[in-house]
């Protein structure tokens, strides 16, 4: 033991004083090396088995959520087709056309509006584009607001949130219609004149009602977030939250919805009335004479 101590001592000496033990050291290290590989075999092995139980074990818990998952998406499938078929047998029985895919473009945001009294944001898309004002503008969650002014290249958009900018809605729940108003605020907006009665929740969805025909039925807009309802008051306080992320996303889709059907003429209709009205009134006369 003494021996291996003085060796050790002196080989460690001359290491660290001379150069020429760096090639001994690695000629050492080479033949050390199989000796150290067979040393850690054992801790690599148990290493390499442990992964591969642990991923077997992911791979096996992955393939159940998955055949769960796969299992909900069917019976969802089924209760669409379900659905599906209920709806076109409901619209024969009604005479409704089915409702055909609107089209749409998409754009990305160039700027916002630095006026903090202004909701208000410029999108890349213009004239050029078919880009026209009053196109409604969404973005992958919900209403976004309307474009308010145009130019060859780019428009400009005024936001749900903006204090000046109003639109019909109605509840998701029950179809009450009511009229939603920015509050110069991203997070929250007013729903005007609701009365004290009026069977509205937090947390009820308001889409776009149609009215008006300039935003197209079914979009969402916002969500109810607060109903406030004060005894000496005949309306509630209504607060909802838009459920687009007005200041999130940068990609939008311009919607052309159909035009309404053009009000035909008052000439038009006032003249078969009095036609009408006079034969009816004719035979009245024809009959009264003796």
């Known amino acids: 033991m003494l021996l291996c101590v003085i060796l050790a001592s002196a080989l460690m000496f001359a290491d660290a004083r001379f150069t020429r033990m760096e090639p001994v050291r690695a000629q050492l290290s080479t033949l050390v090396a199989p000796i150290q590989w067979v040393v850690s075999l054992p801790s690599d092995v148990l290493n390499w088995a442990s992964l591969a139980l642990s991923d077997q074990r992911a791979l096996v818990d992955e393939n159940r959520r998955l055949r769960e998952q796969i299992l909900t998406l069917s019976h969802r499938v089924q209760r669409m087709a379900s659905l599906t078929a209920e709806n076109v047998r409901l619209r024969e029985l009604l005479a409704a056309t ?154 939008f889709l311009l919607l052309f919805p159909p035009a309404p059907p053009a009000a035909p003429p008052e000439d038009g209709l006032a003249a078969p009335a009095l036609q009408a009205a006079r034969h009816v009134g004719a035979a009245a006369v024809d009959e009264e004479a003796p």
């Open 98 to 251: 089915r409702q055909r895919e609107m089209p749409y473009i998409t754009a990305e945001l160039l700027s916002l509006d630095p006026d903090p009294f202004t909701h208000q944001m410029v999108l890349d898309r213009g004239r050029r584009d078919g880009v026209y004002v009053g196109q409604p503008v969404l973005d992958a969650s919900g209403l976004v607001g309307q474009i308010t002014a145009t130019s060859a290249y780019s428009s400009r958009v005024l936001l749900v949130a903006d204090a000046s900018h109003a639109l019909p809605v109605q509840v998701n729940r029950n179809g009450l219609r009511f009229v939603l108003q920015g509050a110069g605020s991203y997070e929250a907006l007013n729903v005007r004149h609701v009365p004290d009665t009026a069977d509205i929740r937090q947390g009820d969805l308001l889409t776009t009602s149609g009215l008006g025909g300039r935003f197209p039925p079914g979009y969402p807009v916002a969500r109810v977030s607060e109903v406030v309802h004060d005894p000496g008051q005949p309306f509630a306080r209504v607060t909802a939250a838009p459920v687009a992320q007005l200041q999130r996303s940068r990609h």
